[in-house]
């Protein structure tokens, strides 16, 4: 798949020791001339790019050519009725039109690598439409993260049901982007990390949450964290889980 590079570069160290690894996120790209401002950010962090938006393909192949990964955001529908956007999945929609929407949001954004959903605390709960999301994502051999909008998701029962990858989001860098709302937000991901041995953080293309990021990422190595593309942060889970069968299996 499209990770088992990243995953060989990281089995070295894994099979003897894990050091604290964070992914962090930031999704809701496409659509504001701000958003430009997540290519100042290191090349370790991921980019979720909404599909069929003014600026999302564009930001796309730059940020890759860049060295960030790409993720793809999908939007989901939500229990507020939220306007969803171009893309949008919903439960009144056939198997054929949530896989067809899957596939022209994948077409439309280069580099995809895994999606995660934009809302969809209702759709998220649906065994049947998550288990259709699941199968367009392993044909497209790409990986899920659950944003968590809902206690009740079923994202990760249909993904382990269909085979697909899954981590799932643990904290929000910025709800509030009060200065010191992040930095609380940020010493909980610190903390997190370090006792979890991984995590997952997802943030927004703020002005704040990107000025904030800038100042304060090197931080993370100070407390010994390997800020790593959320692809390796995948292996990193296999690979405690499998240590020794994992060596067999890619020789």
Same mark, same amino acid.
């Given at each position: 798949?499209?990770?088992?590079?990243? @995953?060989? @570069?990281?089995?070295?160290?894994?099979?003897?020791?894990?050091?604290?690894?964070?992914?962090?996120?930031?999704?809701?790209?496409?659509?504001?001339?701000?958003?430009?401002?997540?290519?100042?950010?290191? #090349?370790?962090?991921?980019?979720?790019?909404?599909?069929?938006?003014?600026?999302? #393909?564009?930001?796309?192949?730059?940020?890759?050519?860049?060295?960030?990964?790409?993720?793809?955001?999908?939007?989901?529908?939500?229990?507020?009725?939220?306007?969803?956007?171009?893309?949008?999945?919903?439960?009144?929609?056939? +198997?054929?039109?949530? #896989?067809?929407?899957? +596939?022209?949001?994948?077409?439309?954004?280069?580099?995809?690598?895994?999606?995660?959903?934009?809302?969809?605390?209702?759709?998220?709960?649906?065994? *049947?439409?998550?288990?259709? *999301?699941?199968?367009?994502?392993?044909?497209?051999?790409?990986?899920? *993260?659950?944003?968590?909008?809902?206690?009740?998701?079923?994202?990760?029962?249909?993904?382990?049901?269909?085979?697909?990858?899954?981590?799932?989001?643990?904290?929000?860098?910025?709800?509030?982007? +009060?200065?010191?709302?992040?930095?609380?937000?940020? #010493?909980?991901?610190?903390?997190?990390?370090?006792?979890?041995?991984?995590?997952?953080?997802?943030?927004?293309?703020?002005?704040?949450?990107?000025?904030?990021?800038?100042?304060?990422?090197?931080?993370?190595?100070?407390?010994?964290?390997?800020? *790593?593309?959320?692809?390796?942060?995948?292996?990193?889970?296999?690979?405690?889980?499998?240590?020794?069968?994992?060596?067999?299996?890619?020789?």
């Amino acid at each position: 798949m499209r990770f088992i590079f990243s @995953l060989l @570069l990281l089995l070295t160290f894994c099979s003897t020791s894990f050091a604290a690894n964070l992914a962090i996120i930031i999704d809701d790209i496409g659509y504001r001339q701000t958003d430009e401002a997540v290519l100042q950010l290191p #090349k370790d962090i991921t980019l979720s790019v909404l599909p069929h938006t003014p600026l999302g #393909k564009k930001l796309a192949f730059e940020a890759y050519n860049k060295g960030h990964e790409i993720m793809l955001h999908l939007p989901m529908q939500a229990l507020s009725g939220n306007t969803l956007g171009p893309g949008g999945l919903t439960n009144d929609m056939s +198997e054929q039109q949530i #896989k067809n929407e899957i +596939e022209s949001a994948f077409n439309n954004i280069p580099f995809a690598q895994g999606a995660n959903n934009h809302m969809g605390s209702l759709l998220t709960q649906l065994d *049947v439409p998550m288990k259709w *999301v699941m199968e367009e994502l392993k044909n497209k051999q790409a990986y899920f *993260v659950d944003s968590y909008t809902t206690k009740y998701s079923k994202a990760g029962k249909q993904a382990k049901f269909v085979g697909v990858p899954i981590l799932y989001r643990q904290v929000f860098l910025d709800n509030n982007v +009060e200065y010191d709302a992040l930095e609380k937000q940020f #010493k909980q991901i610190i903390d997190q990390t370090k006792r979890k041995g991984t995590l997952v953080a997802i943030a927004h293309p703020y002005p704040e949450t990107i000025s904030f990021l800038r100042k304060n990422l090197a931080r993370l190595k100070q407390n010994g964290i390997n800020l *790593v593309h959320t692809s390796a942060l995948i292996s990193v889970e296999i690979a405690k889980t499998y240590p020794t069968s994992l060596h067999q299996t890619l020789r």
